[in-house]
């Protein structure tokens, strides 16, 4: 998986806070919204940023504050 920096601007400064296990957790699940949901990049990250955050809301949380 190679790590870029998302499109969105929130979302990136956002993805930038997260350590390197949940980082993984959001490029997998942006390239599989986008590869196998046909969804365009920017909106893959978007959800896949909301799928991280409903899946580990403590540890996302603890990382933004």
């Given amino acids: 998986n190679c ?3 998302p499109i969105n601007e929130v979302v990136a400064d956002l993805v930038s806070r997260l ?4 980082r993984e957790a ?3 699940r942006a390239s599989i ?4 949901g ?9 959800l ?3 799928d991280v955050i409903r899946q580990y809301p403590k ?3 603890s ?3």
Avoid: I, P
Avoid at 19 to 22: M, Q
């Fill in 38 to 46: 046909g969804l365009t990049r920017e909106l893959a990250e978007c």
């Fill in 59 to 61: 540890e996302v949380l």
């Fill in 48 to 50: 896949a940023l909301l």
């Fill in 3 to 5: 790590m870029t920096t």
């Fill in 26 to 28: 959001f490029e997998e």
């Fill in 63 to 65: 990382l933004l504050a």
């Fill in 19 to 22: 350590d390197s296990n949940l």
């Fill in 33 to 36: 919204r986008e590869l196998d």
